[in-house]
């Protein structure tokens, strides 16, 4: 279950400690926390991108990506206190995905603010979505 996550905080971590990133990070058959981190202007397809494993994302800021700014494919995962604005796809999307998102704010994305795809479960709590294309 998702209390499985606190493990990965000994596993893997991309930690940025409010460093302004703009190179994605794809880790595949991995897992993944991200916490107290800024994305912005991610030229590449997703900004954070995660493929078959655990994610953890907290409080972090994506800002003005030209696709995604989160894409969850085959993950256990937990996003909270994050916020989203003006990315140019979907700020979240998730596929064969169980995910929780709380205490979030998603603006102005250009397609989705959450994009639920085929086989995936997302619990939605105390989360904005506003002025998106589509909201899920």
């Known amino acids: 279950g998702l209390s ?12 940025h400690h409010l460093e302004e990133l703009n190179n994605p990070r794809t880790p595949t058959r991995g897992d993944v926390v991200v916490d107290f981190s800024r994305f912005v202007d991610c030229e590449a397809e997703d900004a954070v991108s995660v493929k078959n494993g655990r994610a953890r ?5 994506f800002a003005g990506h030209r696709s995604d700014a989160v894409d969850f494919d085959f993950v256990e ?6 916020q989203f604005s003006g990315c140019g796809g979907d700020a979240i999307d998730v596929s064969g995905s169980k995910v ?3 205490d979030g704010r998603i ?3 250009g397609d ?3 994009s639920v795809g085929e086989n995936s ?8 979505l506003l ?3 589509i909201g899920v």
């Open 57 to 61: 994302i907290e409080d972090t800021y």
């Open 121 to 128: 479960r997302v619990d939605i709590t105390d989360t904005q």
């Open 107 to 109: 603006e102005n994305a």
């Open 77 to 82: 995962g937990r996003i909270a206190g994050c």
């Open 4 to 15: 499985r996550l606190d493990e990965l905080e000994r596993r893997s971590r991309i930690d």
């Open 100 to 102: 929780t998102i709380v």
């Open 112 to 114: 989705k603010g959450i």
């Open 131 to 133: 002025n998106n294309a």
